[in-house]
C-alpha cells in the first residue's frame, strides 16, 4: 500500500502553502474560543446587577408603613378610652367609639325636635310665651370649617352671663375651644363667636346645631 507524502516533508522544507496556513490559523482560532468559554464557564461569575427597582420597592413598603403607623396614632389620640396598644384592639375600640357618638347624637336630633315641637305648641296655645320668647331673642349660628373643626357664633339679649353659656354648652358637649370672642353690639346684644374641634360624629352644621341648642335650652330651663 502506498501512501502519498509531500515532497517537501521528505525536503525538510518548511515553508506551507496559503490553504495549509490558513487551516492552522482556523484550527488555532477555534481551540482559543474554545478553552476561553471553557473557562468561563468554570469560573463564571454574575454580572452586576441593578438594584434600583428592589431598592424602589422597599423604600414604598416603608413609606407605606410609617404612613399606617402615622394614622393608627393619630387614631389612637382620638378615641378617649383604649383597651389595649395592639392595634386590633384600637379598632375595636374606635368603632365602639363612632357608634356610641352616634347614638349620643340622634338622641339629641330627637330631643331637639321635641322642645322645638313643645315650644311652638306652647306659642300657639298661648302658654310659655316667655320661654319662647327668650329663644327667638337668641340666634345660634354653627358652620364646619376644615376637616375637624367648627365656627360658632350665639347671639342673644345682654345680660349678666350669657358669655358664660355658650362656654357651658361647650364643655357639656366636650368640643375643645381653639379661639373665642365675645363683643357687645348696639347696647342690648351680645354676640359671642368661638372656634372649637369636633368629633367625626358631629362634623356636620345641622347636628352640631342641633346639640348646641339642645344643651343651651337645657341651661336656660335649669
Wanted: aromatic share 2%; net charge neutral.
Amino acid at each position: 500500500m502506498s501512501c502519498g507524502v509531500p515532497e517537501q516533508w521528505l525536503m525538510g522544507d518548511d515553508t506551507l502553502d496559503d490553504d495549509s496556513k490558513s487551516l492552522i490559523h482556523d484550527a488555532a482560532g477555534w481551540a482559543a474560543a474554545n478553552a476561553e468559554r471553557a473557562v468561563k464557564r468554570r469560573g463564571r461569575k454574575p454580572g452586576p446587577r441593578s438594584d434600583g427597582p428592589t431598592i424602589s420597592h422597599v423604600e414604598a413598603e416603608r413609606q407605606r408603613r410609617e404612613k399606617l403607623n402615622r394614622r393608627f396614632c393619630d387614631l389612637r389620640a382620638a378615641v378617649p378610652t383604649v383597651s389595649r396598644m395592639d392595634k386590633a384592639s384600637l379598632l375595636a375600640d374606635a368603632a365602639a367609639y363612632i357608634a356610641e357618638l352616634r347614638g349620643r347624637v340622634e338622641q339629641l336630633e330627637a330631643e331637639a325636635k321635641q322642645a322645638a315641637a313643645a315650644r311652638k305648641a306652647g306659642h300657639q296655645g298661648g302658654g310659655g310665651g316667655c320661654p319662647a320668647m327668650g329663644m327667638e331673642a337668641e340666634k345660634l349660628e354653627v358652620r364646619v370649617v376644615g376637616r375637624e373643626q367648627a365656627a360658632v357664633r350665639l347671639t342673644t339679649t345682654a345680660s349678666r352671663h350669657a358669655p358664660a353659656r355658650l362656654m357651658g354648652a361647650l364643655r357639656a358637649l366636650d368640643l375643645p375651644v381653639q379661639h373665642a370672642c365675645v363683643s357687645r353690639v348696639g347696647g342690648d346684644a351680645i354676640v359671642q363667636d368661638a372656634v372649637v374641634d369636633v368629633p367625626a360624629a358631629l362634623q356636620d352644621d345641622g347636628c352640631l346645631r342641633a346639640a348646641l341648642l339642645h344643651v343651651l335650652q337645657q341651661d336656660e330651663s335649669g
